[in-house]
């Protein structure tokens, strides 16, 4: 784990999947992106689901969740799921007593329950006792989804909340001393972004605001991106920041490279400037 301020900080990697690799890049072509992340033999590049931990003493903090284990075969082979057991990760399930949801899509907020024992069609928390931060805009837009981000907001994710310890947060708002959520809205509406503060230091986890490393350059913008445009003036003012503040920006969906600080070169062009061990 790293010392970060007051608090410990490591990552966890639940697992890896796929997804379209064109999706994944938007408007960027193959023959430029394919070389950063080369794909398989059905256009998919692999990715992972990471979150950061946050040890604060008498509470411990994850921020998002993974995708869960409840996938049918058929869907587990779509999406290459390979979830990985808390003995590889490192992580403790038990010892989580606050989850931050950046939102509901399902590799990202998948972990949050699971079949009950012995009832396959029977969903249950998988943190009971744990606190939930959710933008009460994502919970909206979860429980109502349109049509194109229906089969990424599973109502097994979603219903489960009403159970749940569910803290909806509104904007930009202090969860806890030095620990910030950011609501941005261009991946989907109510998607929050966390900022750890230490004096002048911020460490942060933009989710799928910078999906990974390669997502650094501004015109690299998902096709799962709800709006680009409002996406691009939120990205713009998110690594504007960064470089000013030399931030470490985790990248939640880079399978190679966990974390980082961002620069930007004499034309203006934003990239990895260095990576960061977390």
């Known amino acids: 784990m790293m010392t970060f301020g007051r608090f410990r900080v490591s990552l966890v990697n639940h697992g890896f999947y796929r997804l379209d690799g064109g999706a994944m890049f938007g408007t960027v072509p193959k023959n430029i992106w394919s070389h950063l992340i080369p794909p398989d033999g059905e256009n998919c590049i692999r990715l992972a689901t990471r979150s950061l931990r946050i040890d604060a003493g008498e ?7 993974g995708s869960g284990e409840k996938w049918p075969d058929k869907l587990r082979a779509i999406y290459a799921i390979q979830n990985l057991l808390p003995g590889e990760t490192g992580f403790d399930p038990a010892a989580v007593t606050d989850i931050v949801l950046s939102h509901l899509h399902f590799d990202h907020a998948g972990g949050i329950s699971r079949y009950r024992p012995g009832k396959p069609t029977e969903v249950e928390l998988c943190f009971p006792q744990a606190r939930v931060y959710l933008q009460a805009e994502n919970y909206d837009t979860a429980r109502n989804p349109n049509p194109r981000e229906r089969a990424s907001y599973l109502k097994e994710n979603v219903q489960v909340l009403q159970q749940a310890r569910l803290v909806l947060t509104h904007g930009s708002e202090e969860i806890y001393p030095d620990i910030w ?3 941005n809205n261009g991946h989907t509406r109510g998607q929050q972004w966390l900022e750890m503060k230490a004096g002048h230091e911020s460490l942060v986890f933009p989710a799928d605001l910078v999906p990974t490393h390669h997502h650094l350059p501004l015109p690299y913008t998902m096709g799962y991106d709800m709006s680009a445009e409002i996406l691009l003036r939120e990205k713009g003012s ?5 470089v000013a503040g030399r931030w470490i920006v985790v990248f939640c969906h880079d399978p190679d490279i966990p974390a980082g600080r ?3 070169d004499e034309k203006g062009r934003y990239g990895l400037g260095e990576q960061v061990a977390l």
């Open 262 to 264: 961002v620069n930007i």
């Open 238 to 242: 998110f690594l504007s920041r960064a």
């Open 181 to 183: 959520v950011h609501q």
């Open 59 to 65: 509470r411990s903090f994850i921020v998002d969740i």
